[in-house]
């Protein structure tokens, strides 16, 4: 099972819930979680999920995160003497 929690900003955290069988019992292993940013392959995601992402991640959103991104990698760039 999958819940997801978009952030203003774009991207989406991710929790991926797991149970195993062990002995007939169901047991609940520590959650996985993970963020997906706008761009990002979601080929490999279940299908609830990129159906979050894809409704989330609107031109405007994408736009948005990718003006956010490019400032804080300017903001990161040595100053020339």
């Known amino acids: 099972m ?3 929690q978009t952030l ?3 991207p989406v955290n991710v929790m991926e819930h797991r149970q195993v069988q062990v002995e007939g019992e169901t047991v609940s292993l520590p959650p996985r979680a993970y ?3 706008p ?3 979601l080929s490999a995601q279940p ?3 990129r159906a979050v ?3 989330w991640w609107t031109p405007e959103r994408v736009a948005q995160y990718q003006a ?3 400032a804080a990698e300017d903001a990161a760039e040595p100053m020339a003497d």
Request: contains cysteine; hydrophobic residues 40%; proline residues 0%.
């Open 68 to 70: 956010i991104v490019q």
């Open 35 to 37: 963020v997906l940013s």
């Open 2 to 4: 999958f819940t997801t």
């Open 53 to 55: 992402c894809e409704a």
């Open 39 to 41: 761009g990002d392959d």
């Open 47 to 49: 299908g609830d999920v």
């Open 8 to 10: 203003a900003h774009g």
